[in-house]
């Protein structure tokens, strides 16, 4: 890592954003999917996050992605005798995505990596102008 933890926070959260974004692009990608099982549903990912403390003095806390984990929700059962996934009663089985849901999220992580796009920009512009203080 850098030798500024500024970067490391605002590098962390980045990452975590990212990961964020990739989760719900992946759900809302795979939200009309269905399946012929319920076992065969595709299940929506949520990242979780947990702090990580850097240095020793706990004044700087960055941000990880713990593990991604798949929704327990129940799958949507809905009746269509005529899809060629249909089991032998006439249903398919879809996922639990709600896409507004997932909209909202998309939005709010989205605007979780502009801020660390921002924190990132601050600090190297800090950084310039220190540099540059003694000319």
Known sequence: MSN???????????RAQSVRL???AS???NADSVASTPEAVYKPLEPVFQARVLGGDGSLTAVHVKQIT???????KRYEPGHPLADGEGYVYAPDVDPVAQMV???SASRGYQAGVEMLNTAKELALATLTMGR
Do not use: C, H, K, Y
């Open 4 to 14: 500024l933890p500024i970067f490391d926070v605002a590098g962390s959260a980045l």
């Open 22 to 24: 990739n989760t719900i």
């Open 27 to 29: 759900n809302l990608s």
């Open 70 to 76: 798949q929704s327990e929700a129940a799958p949507l």
């Open 105 to 107: 999220n998309l939005i």
